[in-house]
């Protein structure tokens, strides 16, 4: 696929960020997933850019931990997806930030609140067999087991930054001096 060069250097530094998740470098991540965001806004890139870099900064977020902050980002995101006359691909988004919004939910503890994103992005979706496994847990009064969480987490596609769906050849280091060598960074 040829990249348009207005776009090469905001996702070549998500990719780096990708790289840098994969590695469990979570916080370095993040940084670059802001300045992909910074660059793809800047090159008045289309929304989808900035969408899959939200959804990548969750999923960092979350795996630091951080429930409560990906859970309220997720639900910010929903809210402003939220529109009349939504075309396929804004509903199937909002579904998504609903679903990690519900996770997320879940995983600090609020189960209530996680039933109700979760219902609401079935209702949009009925094609997120994690939202939907989760509903059945919870209904049955089971409780979130982390484990078996990450099993369907992992079965179901929920995560962006996998393995096969990142490609090191398009990773670029950032231009601004105040982060390290990517490839130092990731071998460190």
Same mark, same amino acid.
């Given at each position: 696929?040829? $990249?348009?060069?207005?776009?090469?250097?905001?996702?070549?530094?998500?990719?780096?960020?990708?790289?840098?998740?994969?590695?469990?470098?979570?916080?370095?991540?993040?940084?670059?997933?802001?300045?992909?965001?910074?660059?793809?806004?800047?090159?008045?890139?289309?929304?989808?850019?900035?969408?899959?870099?939200?959804?990548?900064?969750?999923?960092?977020?979350?795996?630091?931990?951080?429930?409560?902050?990906?859970?309220?980002?997720?639900?910010?995101?929903?809210?402003?997806?939220?529109?009349?006359?939504?075309?396929?691909?804004?509903?199937?988004?909002?579904?998504?930030?609903?679903?990690?919004?519900?996770?997320?939910?879940?995983?600090?503890?609020? $189960?209530?609140?996680?039933?109700?994103?979760?219902?609401?992005?079935?209702?949009?979706?009925?094609?997120?067999?994690?939202?939907?496994?989760?509903?059945?847990?919870?209904?049955?009064?089971?409780?979130?087991?982390?484990?078996?969480?990450?099993?369907?987490?992992?079965?179901?596609?929920?995560?962006?930054?996998?393995?096969?769906?990142?490609?090191?050849?398009?990773?670029?280091?950032?231009?601004?001096?105040?982060?390290?060598?990517?490839?130092?960074?990731?071998?460190?």
């Amino acid at each position: 696929m040829t $990249i348009d060069p207005r776009h090469r250097l905001h996702i070549g530094i998500a990719e780096a960020g990708k790289l840098l998740a994969l590695k469990g470098r979570h916080q370095q991540a993040l940084a670059r997933y802001r300045e992909a965001l910074q660059l793809a806004h800047g090159a008045r890139a289309p929304q989808l850019f900035a969408r899959h870099y939200l959804h990548c900064v969750l999923e960092s977020l979350e795996h630091l931990g951080d429930h409560a902050r990906a859970a309220e980002l997720a639900a910010a995101a929903a809210d402003t997806a939220s529109c009349p006359d939504p075309t396929p691909f804004q509903k199937r988004d909002r579904a998504h930030l609903l679903e990690r919004q519900g996770v997320n939910l879940a995983l600090a503890g609020d $189960i209530a609140g996680a039933r109700s994103a979760l219902a609401d992005a079935v209702a949009l979706d009925d094609g997120l067999p994690l939202a939907r496994a989760i509903l059945d847990w919870t209904a049955r009064g089971l409780a979130i087991n982390p484990q078996r969480l990450a099993d369907a987490q992992r079965k179901h596609g929920y995560w962006v930054v996998r393995a096969d769906t990142v490609d090191p050849a398009r990773a670029l280091e950032s231009p601004h001096a105040h982060t390290a060598p990517l490839m130092e960074t990731i071998r460190g």
